[in-house]
């Protein structure tokens, strides 16, 4: 899943897999495009995945018996900050029930529709409770 930082609305979903199946694996399977010159953020399930052309942040891990610096534990700061907006949204997204019980309909194609509504109802549910405000950098520019 990735949503627009500005919104908090889903943009982007992969296709939905069955069962247990390791994050990095997914997205390797999924190939995914990126447009040229993407940052990625992802968290540690992505360790390892690395895109070409894609620059990727990943949050420092503490050394073993070590500790992190402190350009280290700001950088992790930061990058926490972005992903705790992406906790939230995946949180929106199972607000539907359907979504994170056990799903037992095995008919093809049904869990990714299943998806795509919740994401849905997340998207409409963000829009009404936060429609975007006009803002205009240029005049605010030329009036100050």
Same mark, same amino acid.
């Given at each position: ?14 296709? *939905?897999?069955? /069962?247990?199946?390791? #994050?990095?694996?997914?997205? #390797? ?6 447009? *040229?010159? +993407? *940052? ?12 070409? /052309? ?8 503490? +050394? ?27 949180? /929106? ?7 994170? #019980?056990?799903?037992?309909? *095995?008919?093809?194609?049904?869990? #990714? ?6 994401? /849905? ?9 936060? +429609? ?13």
């Amino acid at each position: 899943m990735k949503y627009n930082e500005q919104t908090g609305k889903v943009v982007y979903l992969s296709p *939905t897999v069955e /069962g247990k199946k390791h #994050d990095k694996k997914v997205a #390797d399977e999924a190939a995914i495009h990126f447009p *040229t010159n +993407p *940052t990625l953020g992802k968290d540690t399930g992505f360790q390892g995945y690395e895109p070409a /052309g894609v620059l990727t942040n990943q949050p420092k891990k503490k +050394p073993r018996g070590k500790a992190l610096s402190a350009s280290d534990k700001l950088l992790n700061r930061i990058l926490c900050g972005t992903r705790v907006k992406v906790e939230h949204a995946i949180a /929106g997204v199972k607000r539907c029930r359907i979504v994170k #019980d056990v799903f037992r309909l *095995t008919k093809q194609g049904i869990s #990714d529709l299943v998806m795509e509504i919740a994401c /849905g109802l997340h998207n409409l549910r963000v829009s009404i409770r936060h +429609p975007l405000p006009t803002f205009d950098l240029l005049s605010f520019v030329r009036n100050a």
